[in-house]
């Protein structure tokens, strides 16, 4: 057969990385398989590659992926019931539908445009919104991929068209169109690499390998005759399970969850595989575990609510008083009211049906004052938003060039929310972290080699640089000490993934230091100890790895750049071309593995055993510092004491360390070893591995140390910077990773979150039996270190892994561990899934009830980024799966402080302010209605004309408001940036709360008294005009109304701090729009206008008492205000308010000292980010000083 | 490949990077076609444009308010002034003129037609009137604004008469007889029907009627040739009968009671006097007391006023609103003045800091 005949040429990869070829053999015959039908877990039946099973009676969904919420049949009735799930909507609308009947004390026009307009253009932002996430669906529906046709062809089909049962073939860098089973791969021995990236975020590839029994379909024939039957459970949402069996030729075979390839798991480093479709579409692992997307409101837009309710009790405990007047009214009066001809009534003003009259007339003023509730507010706050939104995307300080993208606010309806944050959730890999190993360290026989200074260093030393602190003699000695001259920086030649710069090692000149031999060594273990296989690139002659980890990737471009190039791999040996050789020309040696043990979490160290081209057997070693040190032999201890000290330098400056080590085994030794070994390998039953590590340990000991080396996991730009920056506003930073321990710890250095001097506090689950007693006493006892804490600088970093985690959620301790972690100045969890991921989000958005945000980059952020109050996605590279979820995307990480720091600030206040002024000026508005009713009698009737009205909101008062919810800044983007401390204004909500809202509340009412009693006073029976004409209703209305606009417009020019021409043209404009409105209305015909025919150039207009009653009002109302505000200023400023006058003064340029030492002191007290750490530095290095 | 890396390792922190952006995207912007519209655009997405802001200082605080105060008590007391110099007299008379015998039964008085509804007063005038002095009728207690009220009438049909019949909201006074009427609805039928005439040393005062109702609504909103029709003519008689071959835009007292009242104490004219009154002058008004506000208690007065440019009628209150508003404004920036002494804050003052602020208190 023809596999037979390859199976010289073709390497069994698998064979390197894990012990397949003796693990035994996992089939189950006959009489194993007892799982039938009947049994619910098995429930599912796939016929593979028959289509004509397609249909009856196994009707699986195909592959077609739908996230819209609507479609073309439910959108209008779902859009029309989101709309009307507002209470204020469900009111207009109510309202609107009775204007249509005699009640009603307006015309139905006036009730229905407005509600119309409101509606139908949320409906219309509803839609455009779902039609954007149904094209992308349409987009991924329509990715091609290779379908069986039958009788052994392959053709493109479109994704959405696969069935259930289908054979797919998936090529090299291609994504799983849904979960199937691995037949067979390019590979001989059926593995294949997948990236699982967008399932849980890891970027090591995973090998997943095919049944023995399929491992030969491949060819025409095979695929033509192939026919299997799977039963397996029902779709569900686990990732890391699958049960299930394969009928194949009257024999079952189990499938465990290593032969299952994921929907959206991408295939690498294989150039093919073959699969048959168990999942499709939504039954698929990966959209199992997507959860619909819940609408998000902002906390503003819920307290929002509240005010809702309260101007709804407002109106109609207004509406009941003026109902009881009404009822007295026409019980004890209206029969004596002649004039009304009480004895021709209808049902609207019967005594003697009161009840009826009554409920009739409740109704009526319902509507009447239901200019309390602002209906254009849900509207101009849509709008402001959508605008805030646009100015967000369109900010050239948050657009990457690299990859040419902009921050979209992708819902608006959160903006606000941005600047409320409190603590934020942060994904790692691809998101603090660009996923490249950077070599840029090492340290040999006790020698640290390496120029170059890690980003953290060079964030600090800048920062240093900008503050003028008065400590620049310690930090010189610092800086010198520990980064060399920061000027040199040569940048000559760059190669991925190595930054290295140091000429004693470049260019084989390590040869003439000291230590050469250890060098060599060291050298000769990176290039052997490893996993990886090489590429040569044609192009460039040189080759390149592909690596399960990115570390690995860099040690192998690093040697190849110091002349140990690792060119070849074969089923035994590894080939190394070494460059510098004493005898000038490049040699080939070549390596034979004996054995390889692999790594794994518990173990922390990989090592491998070779025999090299002079027959000695050498065991190289590499692995966590902790783990090698204590297996060092008493010779081998050398250079421990300066590696250790290096050591700890590297991990201080955020680099990722690993420590090599070798010994000689003697041939006795090893071959009594190796018997042993290959015995635990054969070991059948669940104590494989333990044995296994167990034999592992006795070779690896008596080992001798190297020396050890430092990676950067290179962090995405400005990563410290912002982390410093967003720390010095008081958010709390936390890391949720897939990642292992040690990556996460060592990002956790890189970025500032841990240091030195800051006490950890490591949570991880023991194999003991009674685990969740054991984490519940670690979270116990860690809490009370903190509580017995007195120093207060004393910082603690809380790291816990993911299984520890899932007990630590549980419902019994979670409040417990949710104290715990609140207390640490940061919080890392590392291991976690998806679903933890959104579980701790949920613990701290509920536990904390502040406003949570998460931001990620993969798919396995989304389920974090829907539970958070805010999702943020990094559009970066790869994957749109957390974009799409997400609220907010950003290109990079670094534009988070923008974003939450100035736009969040400014949202924050903007809609703030914009909220509590337009229920200031509703309240004012209609109130004045309620104060007239009682001198009408309550009958109901409004004192303005109808067109009044209907303009008030719509176009009299909203472009200032929305001017303001847009433009408005209290310090402008460079303040903000600079004095951090401002965005806590927004987590402590300091512009919405209730004292604020009630005293804008208090301020209507006020104003709306003011207004309705000086114009009454001032046109109370008298004539008004020259010529002895006196007022009538019409003109009392037009003056009040007049009075108000100035009013409610003078105020927000109050409110305003940053005047643009905008804000003056619609502030100006819209008083001036009254007047020409009146102008204009008085010009209709009489039928139209009615009383205001003609009112401003014939009646009010030449009478001066108009003009000097508007005038007192307009100051009058707005002295409260105005003297509340100053006094604020005077007594009790905020700090916007000092900066705006420093800027005022231009004091920021006459005392520049003064504004530096403010910037620096507006910091807050943080304990995390460079900024702490540096001084956390400064003081040690003070003490020692002192000392 | 190489152009990133040296991106990536360079040193060049966010912000010099960020700043750097911004000049790349000025130079573009600068290319001398469309400079000057693409800054204003630039400026506007970064929300950069010029601002002035404002900032409350002491200062500013103090001097806005002595600056009100400055302007509004002088207005305050021109006002006042122009108010105490109008001569305005009252007199209620919807109970001088009641009959004694009828005292006990105010309603059958004025229902009753047989009995003569006329009365005199005697006005002294206090001071000199000086033309024209207009004559106002006062009700007291009467809700012209009633919604049932204000409703009934049909703009329409004042002006087009009975081309347009459309008048349901007209009602209760839409019909009578099975004719429609016009004017209809309870505003005209319910209109005001006391006659004033006035003597002076014996003999009659003319009153001018004409010009008493706004010069739009004869022009333009009763109709030139729409007549009464089939008004007052049902069972129940309301208030004034109008004489059906005057067309209604000649009928002024109707213009004048069909502006419905905002209050339910209102003034409406009646007519003016064109000649001085003098001081001490003794004017005699017969009065035809036929409308009926006994039923609801309300009162009627008749009210002689003069005029003034500036407020129309007598009204001290605006001027009196103006005077306490810029005293309160002087006083305030006193308060305000004297805070500032006591607590003054220098401009570039820090220590208000919330950070500073918390740094002293821990």
Redesign the interface.
């Known amino acids: 057969m023809r596999h037979t005949k390859n199976i010289r040429n073709k390497l069994k990869w698998s064979l390197i990385y894990s012990f397949s070829c003796v693990r035994p053999r996992s089939e189950i015959n006959k009489e194993g398989g007892t799982h039938g039908h009947g049994d619910p877990s098995y429930s599912r039946i796939v016929h593979c590659n028959q289509p004509s099973h397609h249909k009856k009676p196994f009707c699986y969904p195909n592959n077609k992926i739908s996230t819209t919420k609507y479609n073309l049949m439910t959108f209008l009735p779902k859009a029309l019931f989101e709309q009307f799930r507002r209470v204020a909507n469900i009111y207009f609308l109510m309202a609107a539908l009775l204007s249509l009947t005699p009640i009603t004390p307006f015309s139905p026009i006036s009730m229905i445009a407005p509600l119309a307009f409101v509606v139908g253009l949320s409906i219309a932002k509803e839609a455009l919104e779902d039609w954007q996430r149904s094209v992308q669906d349409m987009k991924i529906n329509n990715r091609k991929v290779k379908v069986h046709k039958g009788q052994g062809i392959f053709c493109h089909n479109k994704w959405q068209n696969i069935q259930v049962g289908d054979l797919i073939q998936v090529e090299k860098d291609g994504f799983f169109p849904a979960d199937m089973l691995l037949l067979s791969s390019s590979y001989e021995d059926g593995i294949c690499y997948v990236e699982t990236m967008n399932l849980d975020g890891e970027t090591n590839l995973k090998v997943k390998r095919s049944l023995d029994v399929t491992t030969s379909i491949d060819g025409y024939q095979a695929f033509k005759d192939f026919k299997a039957t799977i039963k397996c459970e029902c779709p569900n949402s686990n990732l890391y399970t699958f049960v299930g069996n394969l009928e194949l030729n009257h024999q079952l075979h189990a499938i465990e969850p290593s032969h299952i390839l994921l929907r959206d798991s991408k295939l690498r480093n294989t150039d093919y595989v073959y699969g048959v479709v168990i999942f499709t579409g939504h039954d698929s692992k990966v959209m199992q575990n997507s959860t619909a997307s819940p609408s998000k409101r902002s906390r503003v837009e819920k307290k929002m609510d509240k005010i809702i309710y309260i101007l709804f009790t407002l109106l109609i405990s207004i509406s009941i008083i003026s109902s009881i007047g009404f009822a007295t009214t026409i019980q004890y009066k209206v029969d004596d009211w002649w004039y009304l001809d009480p004895t021709h009534t209808t049902d609207f003003y019967n005594p003697s049906r009161l009840f009826i009259s009554v409920t009739f007339h409740l109704i009526t003023v319902l509507i009447l004052y239901g200019y309390l509730i602002p209906i254009s507010l849900y509207i101009s706050i849509e709008l402001v938003k959508v605008l805030q939104a646009k100015i967000i995307n369109s900010d050239i300080c948050m657009y990457d060039e690299l990859t040419g993208k902009s921050a979209k606010a992708r819902t608006s309806n959160l903006n606000e929310e941005l600047g409320q944050v409190d603590t934020i959730l942060s994904d790692k890999t691809g998101t603090l972290t660009c996923n490249q190993m950077d070599f840029l360290k090492c340290s040999i026989a006790g020698v640290s080699y390496g120029i170059h200074s890690s980003e953290v260093e060079m964030a600090a030393v800048k920062h240093m640089e900008s503050e003028s602190i008065d400590v620049n003699d310690v930090w010189g000695k610092f800086t010198s000490d520990q980064l060399g001259d920061p000027d040199i920086k040569v940048q000559k030649k760059m190669i991925k993934e190595f930054s290295f710069e140091d000429e004693r090692l470049m260019g084989g000149k390590w040869m003439n230091e000291p230590n050469s031999d250890v060098i060599r060594l060291f050298f000769q273990i990176l290039a052997v100890c490893h996993t990886a296989i090489p590429e040569l690139n044609e192009e460039t002659n040189s080759f390149t790895y592909e690596v399960e980890s990115p570390d690995e990737g860099a040690f192998l471009v690093a040697t190849r750049e110091f002349g140990f190039e690792f060119c070849k791999r074969t089923q035994t040996s590894i080939f190394v071309h070494e460059k510098y050789h004493p005898s000038g020309n490049t040699i080939q040696r070549e390596y034979k593995i004996l054995n390889l043990l692999e790594f794994n979490s518990k173990r922390k160290r990989m090592s491998v055993i070779v025999k090299d081209d002079v027959g000695q057997i050498l065991l190289f070693c590499k692995g966590a510092d902790s783990i090698i040190f204590d297996r060092l032999a008493d010779n081998g201890k050398k250079y421990l004491e300066e590696t250790t000290k290096q050591l700890n330098e590297f991990g201080e400056t955020g680099l990722r360390t690993l420590a090599l080590a070798y010994r000689t085994i003697e041939d006795s030794e090893y071959h009594a070893w190796n018997t042993e070994f290959t015995q635990a390998k054969t070991t059948i039953g669940p104590d494989r591995d333990n044995l296994l590590d167990h034999v592992s340990e006795l070779i690896e000991r008596e080992l001798h140390l190297v020396g050890a080396t430092a990676v950067e996991d290179k962090l995405q730009e400005g990563v410290p910077q912002c982390i410093d920056a967003l720390a010095q506003a008081a958010l709390k930073i936390w890391v949720l990773t897939g990642d292992k321990m040690e990556t996460a710890i060592n990002i956790g250095f890189a970025c500032s979150l841990l240091r030195q001097g800051m006490r950890q506090i490591n949570i991880s689950a023991q194999n003991i039996c009674d685990v969740k007693n054991d984490i519940s006493l670690q979270i116990t006892s860690a809490s009370n270190i903190i509580d017995r804490e007195i120093d207060p600088r004393a910082a603690f970093a809380l790291i816990i892994d993911g299984k520890a985690l899932a007990y630590a959620l549980e419902d019994d301790m979670k409040f417990k561990f949710l104290k715990l972690a609140v207390n640490c100045a940061s919080v890392i969890c590392c291991r976690v899934s998806p679903k933890q991921k959104a579980l701790v989000t949920r613990l701290v958005k509920e536990g904390t009830k502040k406003t949570t945000l998460a931001i990620g980059d993969g798919a396995n952020d989304v389920g974090m980024i829907q539970e958070a109050d805010i999702g943020i996605g990094i559009s970066g590279v790869e994957g749109m799966q957390a974009v799409m979820a997400s609220d907010f995307s950003i290109a990079q990480f670094r534009f988070l402080e923008r974003l939450l720091v100035v736009h969040g600030h400014w949202c924050y206040k903007r809609i703030s302010k914009l909220i509590c002024y337009f229920f200031y000026k509703n309240i004012v508005f209609g109130l004045t209605l309620f104060y007239f009713e009682a001198f009408t009698s309550f009958s109901g009737q409004s004192v303005y004309e109808d067109w009044y009205m209907i303009l008030f909101n719509v176009i009299l008062t909203s472009l200032p408001v929305i001017s303001l919810g847009v433009f408005e800044q209290d310090v402008s983007s460079d303040v903000c940036l600079q004095f951090p401390a401002l965005y806590q204004q927004g987590p402590k909500n300091l512009f919405f709360d209730w004292t604020r809202i009630l005293g804008w509340m208090a301020n209507g009412i006020l104003s709306s008294l003011i207004i309705f009693f000086l114009i009454i006073g001032i046109f109370y029976d008298q004539a008004f005009a020259s010529n002895g004409q006196t007022s009538d209703k019409c003109i009392i209305g037009t003056a009040m109304f007049t009075s108000i606009i100035w009013t409610v417009n003078i105020q927000i020019f109050l409110m305003i701090n940053h005047f643009t021409w905008i804000q003056h043209v619609f502030v100006w404009g819209s008083i001036i729009t009254w007047y020409l409105f009146l102008l204009a209305f008085g010009n209709l015909s009489p039928i139209i206008s009615g009383h205001a025919y003609k009112i401003l150039e014939e009646v009010v207009g030449p009478a001066p008492i108009f003009w000097f009653v508007t005038l007192l009002i307009a100051i009058v109302c707005n002295i409260p205000y105005f003297v509340r505000s100053s006094f604020e200023r005077m007594l009790n400023p905020m700090d916007h308010h000092i900066i705006q006058e420093i800027k005022h003064f231009k004091n920021h340029l006459k005392d520049k000292q003064m504004w530096t030492r403010e910037k620096s002191k507006a910091r807050q007290k943080s304990k995390i980010g460079f900024t702490a750490r540096v001084e956390d530095k400064i003081r040690l290095l003070t003490n020692k000083l002192n000392k | 490949?190489?152009m990133?890396?040296?991106?990536?390792?360079?040193?060049s922190?966010?912000r010099s990077?960020?700043i750097s952006?911004?000049h790349h995207?000025r130079q573009i912007s600068f290319t001398p076609k469309r400079s000057k519209k693409s800054e204003v655009i630039?400026k506007f997405?970064?929300?950069?444009?010029?601002?002035?802001?404002?900032?409350?200082?002491?200062q500013l605080?103090i001097s806005?308010f002595l600056l009100?105060g400055i302007i509004?008590v002088p207005?305050g007391f021109v006002?006042l002034h122009a108010s105490r110099s109008v001569v305005?007299i009252v007199n209620r008379y919807d109970t001088e003129c009641m009959p004694d015998e009828f005292k006990s039964n105010k309603v059958a008085y004025i229902q009753d037609i047989s009995v003569s509804k006329n009365c005199t007063l005697a006005i002294k005038i206090p001071k000199f009137m000086k033309a024209?002095i207009?004559i106002?009728y006062?009700l007291d207690n009467?809700?012209q604004?009633?919604?049932?009220?204000?409703k009934s009438r049909n703009?329409?049909q004042l002006?087009y008469g009975l081309h347009y019949i459309q008048t349901s909201s007209c009602?209760?006074?839409e019909y009578s007889n099975g004719y429609p009427i016009v004017p209809c609805g309870?505003v005209a039928?319910?209109m005001f029907n006391d006659t004033y005439s006035f003597v002076r040393h014996g003999a009659p005062l003319f009153i001018n009627r004409k010009?008493i109702s706004?010069?739009?609504d004869r022009d333009?909103?009763f109709g030139e040739k729409i007549f009464p029709f089939n008004f007052q003519n049902g069972t129940?008689i309301?208030?004034k009968t109008l004489d059906p071959t005057i067309p209604l835009s000649e009928q002024e007292d109707l213009m004048v009671w069909m502006?419905?009242?905002?209050?339910?104490?209102?003034?409406?004219?009646y007519g003016?006097i064109e000649d001085d009154l003098d001081a001490d002058e003794v004017v005699f008004v017969n009065i035809g007391n036929n409308y009926?506000t006994y039923?609801?208690?309300g009162k009627k007065k008749l009210v002689l006023?003069t005029?003034?440019?500036?407020?129309?009628?007598?009204?001290d209150?605006?001027g009196l609103?103006?005077i306490t508003?810029g005293f309160?404004?002087i006083f305030?920036a006193v308060f305000?003045a004297l805070?500032?002494v006591k607590?003054q804050?220098p401009?570039?003052?820090?220590s208000?800091?919330?950070?500073?602020r918390k740094?002293t208190i821990s």
């Not at chain 2, 005029?307 to 009204?315: D, E, F, P, V």
């Open positions: 490949m190489e990133i890396h040296v991106e990536e390792i360079s040193t922190a966010l990077r960020q952006s911004i995207l630039y997405t970064q929300q950069n444009l010029h601002a002035c802001k404002l900032s409350l200082t002491p605080v806005l009100m509004f207005i006002a305005e024209p207009h106002y006062q009467y809700y604004n009633h919604r049932r009220y204000v703009d329409k002006q009602m209760p006074e309870l039928w319910s010009n706004w010069k739009s333009h909103k129940l309301g208030g502006r419905a009242s905002a209050l339910p104490s209102f003034r409406k004219i003016r009926n039923t609801f208690g006023s005029s003034n440019m500036l407020l129309g009628g007598k009204n209150f605006l609103s103006y508003t309160s404004c305030l305000f805070l500032h607590n804050r401009d570039h003052d820090t208000h800091f919330s950070w500073t740094n």
